[in-house]
C-alpha cells in the first residue's frame, strides 16, 4: 500500500492510527477553535498523528433553510488560523471546481464529498494541486468501483489519495455498514479513512434535516480499526 504524507504525519497500513476529526461544519469561530484545542490536546497526550476537520460550507444539506456554514472566504481564514496556531494539517470539502485553488492556498487535503465522488472534473482539479486528496466512496457505489475514482485523480498525475468509507444506502433514509470495504478498497493501493459518524446518518430521516445513531459510534469506530482503516 502506498504512504501517503500529510504535513508531519505519514499515512499507510503499517504507520500509526491517523485521527480526523472536528465539527462536521464551522459553527462560528470560538467554538471551533476550542474543539482544535481540545482535540490537540487529547492527541498529543495519546502521541496520536491528528488532522483537524472542519466544513467551510456543506452545499449537499437537505433543506434549503438548513445551516451551511461561513463560507469559502471566511471559513478559509478560520482554518488557516488552526493551522498556523496548533500545528496541524487541516482538511476541508470541496464541492467546485472554482474552490480549489483558494483551498489549496490553505488546506493539507482536499476532500472530495461522497456524493460528487464521480465528478472527474472536480477530481482531476483538485488532483493538479499536488496535495492529498480524500475521496469519499459515494453511498450509492460498491468499494470496487472506488477504483475509477482513484483513476480519475491519477491520471491527472498525483498518487497522494486516500479513501473514505462513509457507509452505503439501505432502503430509504438509512445507511449501512458492510466493513468488508475497508480491505476490498485497500486493494486499491492507498490508505483507507472510515467516517464514523456519517456512517450513522440516517439520511433526511428527520424530515427536513438528516437524523443520526450516535450510540453506534464507538462501536463502528472500533469495528473499523479491526478491519483496517
Same mark, same amino acid.
Given at each position: 500500500?502506498?504512504?501517503?504524507?500529510?504535513?508531519?504525519?505519514?499515512?499507510?497500513?503499517?504507520? %500509526?492510527?491517523?485521527?480526523?476529526?472536528?465539527?462536521?461544519?464551522?459553527?462560528?469561530?470560538?467554538?471551533?477553535?476550542?474543539?482544535?484545542?481540545?482535540?490537540?490536546?487529547?492527541?498529543?497526550?495519546?502521541?496520536? %498523528?491528528?488532522?483537524?476537520?472542519?466544513?467551510?460550507?456543506?452545499?449537499?444539506?437537505?433543506?434549503?433553510?438548513?445551516?451551511?456554514?461561513?463560507?469559502?472566504?471566511?471559513?478559509?481564514?478560520?482554518?488557516?488560523?488552526?493551522?498556523?496556531?496548533?500545528?496541524?494539517?487541516?482538511?476541508?470539502?470541496?464541492?467546485?471546481?472554482?474552490?480549489?485553488?483558494?483551498?489549496?492556498?490553505?488546506?493539507?487535503?482536499?476532500?472530495?464529498?461522497?456524493?460528487?465522488?464521480?465528478?472527474?472534473?472536480?477530481?482531476?482539479?483538485?488532483?493538479?494541486?499536488?496535495?492529498?486528496? !480524500?475521496?469519499?466512496?459515494?453511498?450509492?457505489?460498491? %468499494?470496487?468501483?472506488?477504483?475509477?475514482?482513484?483513476?480519475?485523480?491519477?491520471?491527472?498525475? !498525483?498518487?497522494?489519495?486516500?479513501?473514505?468509507?462513509?457507509?452505503?444506502?439501505?432502503?430509504? !433514509?438509512?445507511?449501512?455498514?458492510?466493513?468488508?470495504?475497508? %480491505?476490498?478498497?485497500?486493494?486499491?493501493?492507498?490508505?483507507?479513512?472510515?467516517?464514523?459518524?456519517?456512517?450513522?446518518?440516517?439520511?433526511?430521516?428527520?424530515?427536513?434535516?438528516?437524523?443520526? !445513531?450516535?450510540?453506534?459510534?464507538?462501536?463502528?469506530?472500533?469495528?473499523?480499526?479491526?478491519?483496517?482503516?
Amino acid at each position: 500500500m502506498k504512504e501517503v504524507r500529510v504535513g508531519k504525519w505519514i499515512l499507510g497500513a503499517a504507520r %500509526p492510527l491517523v485521527l480526523v476529526a472536528g465539527p462536521c461544519v464551522i459553527e462560528d469561530e470560538s467554538t471551533t477553535v476550542a474543539i482544535a484545542r481540545e482535540l490537540v490536546e487529547i492527541t498529543g497526550r495519546l502521541r496520536m %498523528p491528528f488532522v483537524f476537520k472542519a466544513s467551510y460550507d456543506k452545499a449537499n444539506r437537505t433543506s434549503i433553510g438548513s445551516y451551511r456554514g461561513p463560507g469559502l472566504e471566511k471559513g478559509l481564514d478560520l482554518l488557516d488560523f488552526i493551522r498556523n496556531r496548533f500545528q496541524v494539517p487541516v482538511l476541508s470539502d470541496v464541492h467546485q471546481v472554482s474552490e480549489i485553488e483558494p483551498a489549496s492556498k490553505v488546506l493539507d487535503i482536499l476532500q472530495i464529498p461522497a456524493f460528487l465522488c464521480r465528478q472527474t472534473d472536480l477530481l482531476t482539479a483538485a488532483d493538479r494541486t499536488g496535495l492529498t486528496v !480524500n475521496i469519499k466512496k459515494g453511498q450509492f457505489l460498491s %468499494p470496487g468501483d472506488m477504483r475509477y475514482a482513484v483513476e480519475k485523480v491519477v491520471a491527472a498525475g !498525483n498518487e497522494n489519495i486516500l479513501l473514505t468509507e462513509r457507509g452505503t444506502t439501505f432502503g430509504y !433514509n438509512n445507511l449501512v455498514v458492510d466493513f468488508r470495504a475497508i %480491505p476490498l478498497m485497500g486493494l486499491l493501493g492507498y490508505p483507507v479513512i472510515f467516517d464514523a459518524t456519517h456512517s450513522v446518518q440516517l439520511p433526511g430521516g428527520g424530515g427536513m434535516v438528516s437524523g443520526g !445513531n450516535r450510540e453506534f459510534v464507538p462501536v463502528l469506530a472500533k469495528a473499523a480499526v479491526a478491519a483496517g482503516a
